[in-house]
């Protein structure tokens, strides 16, 4: 999330082409957009406190407004897709990656955070088993 975060509000350079975040294309380029600072602040007022609460059922509106921008996401995806599919600006998407060089091939190994977030994720779900009131509703947690 902390990648996301930062690659949307403060911007991304990669292959030497800077990709303005929201925060820069709005305010402009300024030390406080910056991406050190942006997730600073984030931390801090953010997941810090999300952290800092006693029993994980006091998330439960915070998952749910989650899901709902997840969702939202999605519809926006879809809206783009479907215009570029029916004018014509889409190209077919590679099935396989493209791999020509070493340096590309370490590339292949971005995929690993995602794997380590799946991993360290899956045996919570014990403990929240626990902390949920009614057991039966695990199934939809999981």
Do not use: Q
Request: a neutral charge; glycine letters at 8%; proline letters at 4%.
């Amino acid at each position: 999330y902390m990648i996301i975060i930062g690659d949307v509000l403060s911007g991304s350079t990669s292959a030497g082409i800077h990709h303005p975040g929201v925060l820069e294309g709005w305010f402009g380029a300024h030390w406080w957009n910056g991406r050190f600072f942006v997730l600073l602040v984030t931390t801090l007022a953010i997941f810090a406190p999300l952290a800092s609460l006693k029993r994980i059922d006091s998330l439960k509106f915070t998952s749910a407004s989650s899901v709902g921008l997840a969702v939202v996401f999605l519809v926006i995806t879809v809206g783009i897709t479907v215009f570029k599919l029916i004018s014509g600006t889409i190209s077919m998407p590679r099935l396989l990656p493209d791999v020509y060089d070493l340096t590309s091939f370490f590339k292949l190994f971005a995929v690993v955070p995602v794997f380590v977030t799946a991993y360290i994720c899956h045996y919570n779900v014990h403990s929240i088993d626990n902390e949920l009131e009614d057991n039966t509703r695990i199934k939809a947690v999981v």
